[in-house]
């Protein structure tokens, strides 16, 4: 039987999932890797997250969005599995919103992180 739970998000870009991680500290490894769980089993995932205790997180591609796979019974991480996932989708959410705003012309001119924790970003494009 399976340990492993796969839980979904709304994360569909993989740089933008790569830039989250990487700003909030987390070290990880571009996969397709194999993501370590209880009596050696193993899924394939995009991103791999070890922790100490030998046993893996990851993000994976459900061909829809990379879903969290983990096996929550050994996680291991500073926040609980839903204060993780509300991290990784608020820096993911900023670098979406930059990148696609980038790529319509759109400069980010005024960022700010409010004090409930949510972030106000200005973005201007100038047309002739």
Not at 1 to 28: E, P, Q, V
Not at 49 to 77: K, M, P, R, S, V
Not at 118 to 125: A, E, F, H, K, P
Request: no cysteine; net charge positive.
């Amino acid at each position: 039987m399976s340990h492993f739970s796969n839980i979904k998000t709304k994360i569909r870009n993989l740089n933008s999932l790569k830039s989250a991680l990487t700003d909030l500290g987390i070290d990880w490894k571009e996969g397709p890797s194999l993501v370590r769980g209880y009596q050696g089993q193993t899924r394939s995932a995009a991103v791999i997250i070890a922790q100490n205790n030998n046993y893996d997180l990851g993000f994976g591609w459900n061909g829809q969005e990379y879903e969290l796979i983990t096996d929550l019974q050994y996680w291991q991480q500073p926040w609980t599995v839903e204060g993780f996932l509300q991290q990784v989708t608020q820096r993911y959410a900023y670098h979406t919103v930059v990148n696609e705003s980038s790529k319509q012309g759109f400069q980010l001119t005024e960022q700010q992180k409010n004090k409930d924790g949510s972030i106000r970003l200005v973005v201007q494009r100038w047309s002739a």
